[in-house]
């Protein structure tokens, strides 16, 4: 495949919100979609942990758990907040981070952004995240 | 008419036009002429080489980013490119504030571009460049590795920021 036909490949994007900031995983990394109940709060992972809110008082108002399939068959639970949307994008559409945030946001797993309504979506890949991270996560789910 | 005394009198007018040429243009490289963007920070006054600046843009909604340190504050999208900001009152270790008047200047330089957060645009000049003196030893903490020179305007005393420096303080 060339470069050019590449950049003409397309990546479904689940949109989602945590805190007011808008991202997109690749669709493919989703095995699931489940609704959050509050008895299994301890056995899953929160996104704004994973993403590194900090401090950060964040309140989830529709929580849901997204099934996260990585690339060495693992499934990890994540909570979201609200689902926004999924959508088809261009990779021409998107960009690297800016390479003064790239240092901080690469090792959360967060790798480029592109622009959609009024605010930009950050792109996460939460797979390679947890499979980079095997020693913090031990919420992982059997087949 | 004496020949040899007008040679001599044009010779030396020649000489002395000549002179004062070679004064001017001593005079003109003193006074080559930076363009400096001024602007303000928590009451104090700071600079950018004009060169490194590239557009002035007004206050606009800033994306937050998790992960990032304080003086980041996140995204901007100009005109359909995403770009860093950096809050200088932040970097500078001023009090944090919202305000209604703060512009952000596109800094570029030598593959370094990010949005800078600043409380007002207060002029941009050509000034002589002899007026630019070292930094005061006096400057503490991270002015002292910001700050390339310094100026009087009207009064006051002007730090001008080192592009490299800041682009360098901002990936630490």
């Known amino acids: 495949m060339t470069a050019c036909a590449e950049h003409d490949n397309w990546l479904r994007l689940l949109l989602f919100t945590v805190g007011g900031t808008l991202f997109g995983i690749d669709l493919e990394q989703v095995d699931a979609m489940i609704e959050f109940s509050e008895q299994e709060r ?9 993403a590194g809110y900090g401090a950060l008082d964040v309140t989830y108002l529709s929580p849901t758990v997204l099934v996260i399939k990585t690339g060495n068959g693992s499934r990890f639970p994540l ?18 981070l800016p390479p003064l945030l790239e240092p901080y946001l690469a090792e959360r797993g967060i790798w480029g952004v592109t622009p959609s309504r009024d605010k930009p979506v950050l792109l996460i890949d939460c797979a390679a995240y947890f499979d980079s991270h095997p020693d913090r996560h031990t919420h992982s789910m059997k087949e | 008419m004496n020949s040899g005394t007008t040679a001599a009198k044009s010779e030396r007018i020649l000489a002395s036009i000549r002179q004062i040429q070679r004064s001017k243009e001593v005079v003109d490289v003193e006074q080559e002429l ?7 920070i928590n009451g104090a006054l700071y600079a950018l080489y004009g060169r490194n600046v590239r ?4 206050r606009m909604d800033i994306s937050w980013v998790p992960g990032l340190p304080d003086f980041l504050p996140g995204l901007i999208n100009v005109r359909g490119d995403i770009e860093s900001v950096i809050d200088l009152r932040q970097l500078l270790h001023y009090p944090h504030l919202e305000l209604k008047d703060a512009r952000i200047l596109m800094v570029e330089n030598e593959g370094f571009r990010s949005g800078v957060l600043i409380d007002d645009i207060r002029d941009v000049l050509d000034l002589p460049h002899n007026v630019i003196k070292p930094p005061l030893m006096t400057l503490n903490g991270v002015a002292r590795e910001l700050v390339a020179g310094e100026f009087e305007l009207g009064g006051h005393l002007v730090s001008l920021l080192d592009t490299d420096k800041l682009a360098i303080r901002a990936q630490l």
Do not use: C, G, M, S
């Open chain 1, 79 to 96: 909570v979201v907040d609200r689902l926004e949307d999924i959508r088809e994008y261009q990779w021409r559409q998107i960009a690297p």
């Open chain 2, 55 to 58: 557009e002035v843009l007004p």
């Open chain 2, 34 to 40: 930076v363009k400096l963007v001024i602007f303000e």
């Open chain 1, 42 to 50: 301890e056995e899953v992972h929160w996104f704004h942990e994973l």
